[in-house]
Nanobody, 119 residues
Framework: QVQLVESGGGLVQPGGSLRLSCKASGLTFSFRSHAMDWYRRSLGKEREWVAG???????NYAGSVEGRFTISRDNDKNTVYLQMNSLKPENTAVYYC???????????WGQGTQVTVSS
């Protein structure tokens, strides 16, 4: 069974930074072969894609976060990160990580971590 566990969320002031982590585990789970994505869901809104990193380390970002957020991964630690800088109140959301298999047939979600940007 694959598990994704996010951490690193919390309360931060506008302009501040947070680094989210998502650690994957599972007996037969090959982390390095999976693409990893971060999504978020704000109160009253649909879940939206934030950033992604492929198994080849190619990265992509939603326009609203490009230049402020950085996604990275450490395959030796089975962990993907989301460094968030210059945070804004509108970045307040529950952030989720998602793992997508190489075939795109299988995907797994974490339980989410709350990020609150407020003064």
């Amino acid at each position: 069974q694959v598990q994704l566990v996010e951490s690193g969320g919390g309360l931060v002031q506008p302009g501040g930074s947070l680094r989210l982590s998502c650690k994957a585990s599972g007996l037969t789970f090959s982390f390095r072969s999976h693409a990893m994505d971060w999504y978020r869901r704000s109160l009253g809104k649909e879940r939206e894609w934030v950033a992604g990193i492929t198994s080849n380390l190619n990265t992509n970002y939603a326009g609203s976060v490009e230049g402020r957020f950085t996604i990275s991964r450490d395959n030796d630690k089975n962990t993907v990160y989301l460094q968030m800088n210059s945070l804004k109140p509108e970045n307040t959301a529950v952030y989720y990580c998602k793992a997508v298999s190489a075939s795109a047939r299988y995907y797994y979600w974490g339980q989410g971590t709350q990020v609150t940007v407020s003064s």
